[in-house]
């Protein structure tokens, strides 16, 4: 089974600044049909989680342009280039079929 | 709006039954792959089953399978959780998402708490 891991596991920061976490995969992630299936998703304190970004790199409608997400094969990065009060939470990595990164806490310093 | 909206849940003794329900409404439910996620309280998301739009595919994580049974009524636009002989450790707030494909969830329900105590 597919094990990700994220890093890292607890992530200060100052608004206005940039930040990224790390989403590295036991195995590839490339499907055999050559698209990867690795998604980001947001969840606030008492709401249900958001997607953020799927396959990789493509934003959800609504996102803001300040999120992004990069990589392939087995290493994976969002990033947010400038934080602002409203990104606090938690953020998952997750592929198919069913394996979620153990989360990253996302607070302001 | 496209949503979803959970029922069911509560507080239920070890070795007991509850049954979540989940009501969509605002897109092509009977085309959707659905899945349940969970979150034990202060823990991470969880994968736990997920079926498909004619209901005749189903899967299930290791440690409810034989115990839990996802379904749909696509008449009503609803999915289905029945967990059976629920432990302790099945505590968690239950959520039921669309999943358009390979696991990309977009649209999530509200979550449902569930409580195995005795």
């Known amino acids: 089974d597919v094990v990700l891991t994220q890093s890292p596991l607890s992530l200060p920061v100052t608004l206005g600044q940039p930040a990224s976490i790390s989403c590295s995969s036991s195995?590839?992630?490339?499907?055999?049909?050559?698209?990867?299936?690795l998604h980001w998703f947001h969840q606030r304190p008492g709401q249900s989680p958001r997607r953020l970004i799927y396959?990789?790199?493509n934003r959800d409608s609504g996102v803001p342009d300040r999120f992004s997400g990069s990589g392939s094969g087995t290493d994976f990065t969002l990033t947010i280039s400038r934080v602002e009060a409203e990104d606090i939470g938690i953020y998952y990595c997750?592929?198919?079929?069913?394996?979620f990164g153990q989360g990253t806490k996302v607070e302001i310093k | 709006d496209v949503q979803l909206v959970q029922s069911g849940g509560g507080v239920v003794q070890p070795g007991g039954s509850l049954r979540l329900s989940c009501t969509s409404s605002?897109?092509?439910?009977?085309?959707?792959?659905m899945d349940w996620v969970r979150q034990a309280p202060g823990k991470g998301l969880e994968w736990v089953a997920n079926?498909?739009?004619?209901?005749?595919?189903?899967y299930y994580m290791d440690s409810v399978r034989g115990r839990f049974i996802i379904s749909r009524d696509n008449a009503q636009n609803s999915l289905y959780l029945q967990m059976n002989n629920l432990r302790p450790e099945d505590t968690a707030v239950y959520y039921c998402?669309?999943?358009?494909?390979?696991?990309?969830?977009?649209?999530w329900g509200h979550g449902t708490l569930v409580t195995v105590s005795s």
């Open positions: 998402a669309r999943n358009p494909e390979f696991s990309a969830f977009d649209i």
């Open positions: 605002g897109f092509t439910f009977t085309s959707s792959w």
């Open positions: 079926i498909n739009p004619d209901g005749d595919d189903k």
């Open positions: 195995q590839s992630l490339v499907h055999n049909n050559g698209n990867t299936y």
């Open positions: 396959k990789v790199s």
């Open positions: 997750m592929s198919w079929p069913s394996t």
